[in-house]
């Protein structure tokens, strides 16, 4: 079965639309949203079949939905995120804004043609003529073996990347008075929400949006997502390095390339790749060899330096234990988790550092141990990664202490909770975090 998804408000167009698909044969089916949230939001799951995407940029916005502008403008910044998977035809009365969505689609390697919605009979006159042209002249190019269980793994990736989020919001929210954090967290002196996030976010964003929709680290996908997103809202913190490929990327240049020049050609050993990993470790949660390969072709497309794979690798792991271990007896939890990271951890300085905080005491202050194995102050992995995995084998139970209790070493605060809060909302689940913090986090679209 072939399916048409159209992004379409008005009922007689609607029923008019039935018709049509119908003309079309029986291996036709329609799929329609009435707003733009609710398309962005499902129309993924029909990828593996779309033969045609229809938008109208004239829709209105959904009843009730004051967040979200319900154009057809949005859907395409939304699907040009994605590499192409279909033909696109739009179908709008709104020259100016017909032509920009166009654009969007256009510049991002799809195939779209547009259509004027003018008249009483254009959809069986115009629209239809034109949608089998374009069936006859392109196909699906749509390429994913998602799991049996995809939904489940996404439900899951969903709760880390929620728990990453939080922690980057609060680690960049105390950043300048980090030993605040544990109590300010314990009283509830916090500013109401939205609270914004950082890069640490938005590249996790990417990564999980691109394994939603390919069940695996399609790098490409990653590579383009990562430079879209940074384009359209690069004042997220991100680092001089990435700004670099972000924009190389950009103008064209292949992630490759982009990813082994940088540094001298060294490429980046930096805490990029680790503060972005989590969700991915959830995903893939029950094949910790598939987790550390998936990290690594994640890190790859911006962190290709050997510490920098090490790092991420790391993380990924330890997010993966964290929902292994969520039913184990605690005094057990540490050692299995760190023996699990060290078995996959490639030898390197992250490897080195994380055996040392395997053999820190759960009753050191975190502030000594954060002494001994660094707080992200140099912004690499070696220097990052072994004090948050320390943090997390020992809070695996209470995520706000864990967030709190990281933030209040100082360094790089935004990243150290990110890492944190994504391997610990693993292991306690949504409900494990505060319900106000989940309304206070600013919202996104996966």
Request: net charge negative; hydrophobic share 40%; glycine share 8%.
């Amino acid at each position: 079965m072939k399916t048409i998804l159209i992004l379409e408000d008005n009922d007689e167009r609607i029923s008019d639309f039935v018709k049509a698909v119908q003309q079309l044969g029986d291996d036709y089916e329609l799929k329609f949203w009435r707003d733009a949230h609710s398309m962005c939001r499902e129309c993924a799951t029909f990828f593996p079949t779309t033969a045609l995407i229809s938008l109208n940029d004239d829709v209105n916005p959904a009843t009730g939905n004051t967040r979200h502008s319900s154009k057809g403008a949005h859907v395409a910044k939304f699907l040009a995120d994605f590499l192409p998977v279909c033909p696109v035809l739009l179908h709008s009365s709104n020259t100016n804004l017909l032509y920009s969505t166009y654009n969007e689609f256009r510049f991002s390697g799809w195939t779209v043609e547009r259509l004027g919605s003018l008249g009483v009979d254009w959809i069986p006159k115009s629209w239809l003529p034109k949608a089998r042209q374009i069936l006859l002249q392109h196909g699906n190019t749509w390429k994913a073996d998602l799991p049996f269980d995809n939904a489940l793994r996404v439900e899951r990736m969903m709760v880390s990347l929620d728990g990453l989020s939080i922690g980057d919001a609060l680690g960049e929210m105390f950043f300048f008075n980090p030993r605040l954090a544990p109590d300010r967290l314990k009283t509830g002196e916090l500013p109401d929400g939205p609270w914004f996030h950082t890069d640490d976010t938005e590249m996790a964003i990417s990564i999980a949006g691109v394994v939603k929709s390919h069940g695996k680290v399609e790098q490409d996908a990653l590579a383009k997502r990562f430079y879209r997103r940074w384009e359209r809202d690069p004042d997220r913190g991100y680092g001089g390095m990435t700004r670099i490929q972000m924009r190389e990327m950009a103008t064209g240049e292949n992630w490759r390339a982009t990813s082994t020049r940088a540094f001298g050609g060294q490429g980046s050993k930096g805490n990029g790749g680790a503060m972005r990993v989590a969700p991915l470790g959830a995903y893939f949660a029950d094949d910790l060899n598939r987790v550390a390969n998936e990290a690594e072709a994640s890190s790859v497309v911006t962190h290709v330096h050997p510490e920098g794979v090490a790092g991420t690798v790391a993380t990924d792991l330890a997010a993966a234990m964290a929902w292994q271990l969520r039913a184990a007896e605690p005094a057990e939890r540490a050692q299995k988790l760190f023996g699990a990271i060290l078995q996959l951890t490639p030898e390197s300085e992250v490897r080195r550092k994380i055996q040392l905080a395997s053999q820190i005491s759960e009753d050191t202050d975190p502030l000594q141990a954060a002494k001994a194995l660094g707080r992200g102050e140099l912004v690499t992995a070696p220097d990052t990664v072994p004090f948050c995995l320390w943090l997390a084998a020992y809070h695996m139970d209470n995520y706000p202490e864990a967030i709190g209790l990281t933030i209040s070493v100082g360094g790089d605060c935004d990243t150290n909770a990110a890492i944190v809060g994504g391997i610990i909302a693993n292991s306690v689940g949504r409900e494990g975090i505060p319900q106000e913090w989940l309304g206070f986090k600013e919202p996104f679209i996966v």
